[in-house]
């Protein structure tokens, strides 16, 4: 039973460029939430997608945006980049269960912003 | 602004006694809990969740929920230096999003 994938695993970039992370959530799981983590912070939540819809958004500006395919996969978009975009982005995927689901993460994507 | 406090540590504890993590949350309307354990440059592992007052046990690891005093706890029997780790403690109201605290630093001391 695969669990959450991510790709790639690191990314380098300069400001102003634009990125793409992916997420391949675990068998039987239908949603998925993005998150952000900064070096010794807990995650932040950026969004979460749901039947193909953002359902909940963190306190991100639009440059962060995502999308969420019908095998529910997804990506998460940052576009004009900032040194302060450098984090882990985690992706985290559930069984939606009328808010009694639990996430279950994938192994990160490291993104360096330079 | 719905917020989960730890302390963010090092707490230091011996191997094979009991580590004890304490986590509170200000949204009394939080339903679900959460603990998950963070290797250095890994990603979270999820360890327990709790949604009801009391003592969830899950082999070495208790979870506590006092939801009157807004306050949920890990507890980690006959510690080993392989739960070396920051734990993080995560609350969740319905359908919102999970909150995280900043985590807590765990060294096993051998």
């Known amino acids: 039973d695969a669990g959450v994938t991510q790709s790639p695993t690191h990314l380098i970039k300069t400001r102003g460029q634009q990125v793409t992370l992916r997420c391949s959530p675990k068998s039987g799981h239908d949603t998925v939430s993005w998150y952000q983590q900064a070096l010794g912070q807990g995650p932040q939540f950026i969004f979460q997608y749901y039947e193909e819809e953002e359902r909940q958004r963190g306190n991100f500006p639009d440059r962060f945006s995502g999308h969420q395919f019908p095998n529910y996969s997804s990506e998460l978009n940052v576009n004009a980049l900032l040194l302060g975009d450098s984090a882990l982005y985690l992706c985290?995927?559930?069984?939606?269960?009328?808010?009694?689901?639990?996430?279950?993460f994938g192994p990160g994507t490291r993104l360096t912003v330079l | 602004q719905k917020e989960v406090e730890q302390n963010s540590g090092p707490l230091s504890v011996p191997e094979g006694a009991i580590a004890s993590l304490n986590c509170t949350y200000s949204?009394?309307?939080?339903?679900?809990f959460f603990w998950y354990r963070q290797y250095s440059g890994k990603s979270p592992e999820l360890i327990m969740f709790i949604y009801s007052n009391g003592d969830k046990e899950d082999g070495r690891f208790t979870a506590q929920l006092n939801k009157a005093s807004q306050y949920v706890s890990l507890l980690i029997r006959d510690s080993q230096p392989s739960d070396s780790a920051t734990y993080l403690c995560a609350v969740k109201s319905g359908n919102e999003k999970l909150t995280f605290g900043t985590g807590t630093r765990l060294t096993i001391i051998p």
């Open positions: 985290a995927s559930s069984l939606e269960a009328g808010g009694r689901d639990t996430q279950y």
């Open positions: 949204d009394r309307g939080s339903q679900s």
